[in-house]
């Protein structure tokens, strides 16, 4: 089977092709500009245009895959490549899949849908499988420094449509690495006020973890930075703990946190669905257990 | 500015069941609006009230979207008319499917400046039906928009995109995907309720918009609950000082690894 692979960061691009030489024998990364190191054998150049958008080069990598006709496309999830392989599948007559949880040499994909509520199995029906697919879902053999034998040049095509960009900043980067935390103290509706998120960051500091969040608290409350939420459309984690304080465990929230090792809750709603999926959990006021624990662990 | 906000109908998340064989039942999920399609039609409604022009709002799906409540309920958000392909044979589109159908619909509507969409449908979530939307009208395309501003027969807008935010020149007609946080979209009032009933609403089959039957892009193998992680479940009932010393003792030898 032979793939071309499409990354807007180093780090993906070299796990995706990595990652998919395990189900492909031919892998191809496709490179635009001089941004990306080479990480295959078989390289395909795009030269860097001026004042182009990595939007611009759709057209370009439309023809490369309706000449070359690779069996799958393996395509970063960037919010960008998601516009970029939505408009390809619709020149070539297909549909992409995106936010592949597994996919194996049949080209059969998984993917969550109904908000985490179930998992579904599709493959492409005929032609070629564009996958957007993140970097974790292989095994990562190491990746090493590959010698390029062959680059082959792109040419670039006008885009149809353009639009100009006027300004771009670099947004604040978060300042937590929650995917890399051992440790994660999540919070949810239970607690009361903006200011009680102090009581949070001393557990948190107490038993040396990094704080995320339901979506509600990002989203509708703006009480944390939309990055911090975990679940469906936001970050998941697999944590060694993750401390669940004040969330009912709605099945959104859950599928961001389920692959934690120990997962520990504090509600004081017995029936909350979350001690359902908790290995220790206390029915009570977090008020009053909070507090307890900075006392015992800080 | 000419706007037409496209939703899709999804059945209510909350009403789905999950069989003890892991299949879900949709018996009892009724449609309702996608909540993300929310945004799109309030990013509408917004722009409506700076500009003039129309907002029209479209879905295409099967037969079971022709609903009052369901036409009630979007057209108490703001938008003066809706239009529908609602077609028993629109029976679980992929996103190519449905950006086909749209287009004939949006192509016997007629004129536009603007289409609008949600980041992705609250059901399937492929974030997918604007970006091929947008390619097959060949009209510039952009999604992840966290606010629109117009100007001068132009749009400005505002890309929220991983690391960076970017500010965008669009020439129209164009078609954006707006993010969740673009806005809170609001709550319909009782008048907008009774006035959205007297808007009026067209049914259309695929004959009387044109659109060709596609054959699935997708095949779907099948769609079942995920396997629940087995947990210990052991779990200290009560606030007391003696049952927080339980729980404490209990996690204190986990914490303590």
Redesign the interface.
Known sequence: MRTMVLAETQKALAELCAGVSQISQQVEAVIIGDQLKAVTDTVWHIPAQENALL?DYTETIAALIKQEKPELVIVEP???Y??I???I???L???????VLALGEDL?AKR????G??????????GCTIAMVGSGIWETKSVTEVAVREEKPVQFIEP????????????E?AAVDLPGAK?VVGVGRGIAEQKDLEMIKQLAYA?KGEIGCTRPIA?AEKWMP?ETYLG??GLMIAP??YIAIGISGQIQHTVGI??SK???SIN?E?NAPI???????????LY??VP??IK??G | MNIITCFKVVPE?QD?V?KTDGE?SFDRAKPTISAYDLNAVEAGAQLREVCSGALIALSVGTGSIDGPKLKKNILSRGPESLAMVADDRLKDL???QT?KVLKAAIEKIGEYDLILCGE?S???????V???L???L???????VSKITPSNGKI?VQR????????????LPALVAVT??INLPRIATMNHILAAGKKPATVWTLEDVGAPEL????????????R??E?????????TDD??RE??S???A??A?
């Open positions: 939007e960037t919010k960008r998601k516009l392989a939505g408009r599948a619709a020149m007559g297909t549909s992409v899949i995106t936010d059969i969550m849908v109904y908000g509520a179930a998992i579904r199995t599709e493959k492409v029906a005929s149809v449509n353009r639009v100009t960009r006027i300004a771009r900043d670099e947004k980067k440790i038993v989203e939309k469906v459309s060694e703990i389920n692959r120990i997962v520990i004081k017995k001690f359902k999926q908790s290995d220790y959990g206390i029915v009570g006021d009053k257990v307890a624990l015992h662990f | 998340e789905i999950i879900l992929d996103t190519h950006a992705g609250s059901d399937l979530y492929a974030q997918q604007g970006t091929q947008g390619q097959v060949n009209i510039p395309t952009i999604n992840s400005v929220t995109l991983e690391n960076e935010v970017e500010t965008l020149e669009i020439t969740t946080d054959s699935s892009t997708i095949e779907v193998i099948d769609t079942r609950a995920p629940q992680v947990r210990k479940q052991d779990i200290v009932e009560g606030d049952a927080i729980f404490i209990k996690i204190s986990v914490l690894k």
